[in-house]
């Protein structure tokens, strides 16, 4: 490991991230995890997604690994957060690059369709949020469910990302293809910039509401041509799926971290407020949403 610097630990597959000596080519180690996840990758890489290329890969000391070709040293995350801390705000050049780096994955995504599948119950991880939620396994909420998924029902399914954000994109592509799965198209790239709220505000960033407005204009040109119409009509029902998703595995086991407990008191409280907001209007305002600090404060 002489030539490789380490970059960083990756628990979602028990491995690492290590860079190059000239930072052209990135190594990750893991477990069963990464060697389904190359799989995808390389499938993928074939049908023209955004993705890394893949050098090398296969085992070494009881491990899978890959070696891929760098698409950028820095996440657009980052990139926001070095604007933010320069003049507040993220700029539109992070924005610009958002939207072009989604309008190429719809693009591959449409362009390689798939059978009808179910979606939600993974993309939502919807089962962690009812065992850990039980109080919100109730008709009211499954109502919901069947209205998002019979909304989006004439959507092409395709191959998604199912974790799509500004921290898995870089200026050349998309990274971290662990949790991919059915989706129907748009899923994956609509709500990246309203998921930005979930965390609470303690990101360093926002997005304005032009900022936003501009991200789905480009988004729905691309969805027009693809398929005759644009897709930001669903942008409440993919939301709505999203209140689950950051819900998730978020139930605190250890009663000495009242920060955690608070933390998950505050997704379920943006879960309530989404569920409200889509069964009047089929919408999610996420900008409606309070920071964790201001939730914290009230629920003190």
Same mark, same amino acid.
């Given at each position: 490991? &002489?030539?490789?610097?380490?970059?960083?630990?990756?628990?979602?597959?028990?491995?690492?991230?290590?860079?190059?000596?000239?930072?052209?080519?990135?190594?990750?180690?893991?477990?069963?995890?990464?060697?389904?996840?190359?799989? *995808?990758?390389?499938?993928?890489?074939?049908?023209? *997604?955004?993705? #890394?290329?893949? !050098?090398?890969?296969?085992? /070494?000391?009881?491990?899978?690994?890959?070696?891929?070709?760098?698409?950028?040293?820095?996440?657009?995350?980052?990139?926001?957060?070095?604007? %933010?801390?320069?003049?507040?705000?993220?700029?539109?050049? !992070?924005?610009?690059?958002?939207?072009?780096?989604?309008? +190429?994955?719809? +693009?591959?995504?449409?362009?390689?369709?798939?059978?009808?599948?179910?979606? *939600? /119950?993974?993309? #939502?991880?919807?089962?962690?949020? *009812?065992? /850990?939620?039980?109080?919100? $396994?109730? @008709? +009211?909420?499954?109502?919901?469910?069947?209205?998002?998924?019979?909304?989006?029902?004439?959507?092409?399914?395709?191959?998604?990302?199912? $974790?799509?954000?500004?921290?898995?994109?870089?200026?050349?592509? !998309?990274?971290?293809?662990?949790?991919?799965? &059915?989706?129907?198209?748009?899923?994956?790239?609509? @709500?990246?910039?309203?998921i930005v709220r979930f965390k609470g505000g303690g990101k360093g960033y926002?997005? &304005?509401? %032009?900022?936003?407005? #501009?991200?789905?204009?480009?988004?729905?040109?691309?969805? %027009?041509?693809?398929?005759?119409?644009? !897709?930001?009509?669903?942008?409440?029902?993919?939301?709505?799926?999203?209140?689950? =998703?950051?819900?998730?595995?978020?139930?605190?086991?250890?009663?000495?971290?009242? $920060?955690?407990?608070?933390?998950?008191?505050?997704?379920?409280?943006? =879960?309530?407020?989404?569920?409200?907001?889509?069964?009047?209007?089929?919408?999610?305002?996420?900008?409606?949403?309070?920071?964790? %600090? /201001?939730?914290?404060?009230?629920?003190?």
């Open positions: 490991m &002489s030539n490789w610097e380490f970059v960083k630990d990756r628990t979602a597959t028990q491995g690492s991230v290590w860079r190059s000596s000239d930072g052209l080519l990135y190594k990750r180690t893991g477990g069963e995890d990464l060697r389904r996840e190359i799989e *995808f990758q390389r499938l993928a890489a074939g049908f023209g *997604f955004p993705v #890394a290329e893949i !050098v090398d890969r296969g085992r /070494e000391n009881g491990r899978y690994f890959v070696i891929e070709r760098s698409l950028g040293t820095t996440s657009l995350h980052d990139k926001a957060l070095a604007d %933010a801390q320069r003049d507040g705000r993220i700029s539109d050049h !992070v924005i610009g690059l958002a939207a072009t780096i989604s309008s +190429r994955l719809l +693009r591959a995504q449409a362009t390689h369709p798939l059978p009808a599948a179910s979606w *939600f /119950e993974k993309a #939502a991880f919807a089962a962690d949020v *009812f065992r /850990e939620n039980p109080d919100l $396994d109730t @008709p +009211r909420v499954h109502d919901a469910v069947k209205r998002a998924l019979d909304r989006t029902a004439a959507l092409p399914t395709v191959h998604g990302h199912l $974790d799509y954000g500004l921290p898995n994109l870089l200026v050349n592509g !998309v990274i971290d293809w662990q949790h991919h799965g &059915s989706i129907p198209l748009g899923y994956d790239v609509y @709500p990246a910039l309203d926002s997005v &304005s509401p %032009a900022q936003r407005t #501009a991200y789905m204009s480009t988004l729905d040109e691309t969805t %027009a041509d693809l398929i005759g119409r644009p !897709v930001s009509e669903h942008l409440g029902d993919f939301m709505f799926v999203k209140c689950f =998703f950051f819900l998730a595995l978020m139930r605190p086991t250890d009663s000495t971290r009242p $920060d955690k407990h608070v933390k998950w008191q505050y997704r379920r409280a943006l =879960f309530t407020m989404g569920l409200e907001q889509y069964e009047s209007s089929n919408t999610i305002d996420t900008d409606s949403f309070p920071t964790l %600090a /201001e939730f914290a404060d009230g629920y003190r």
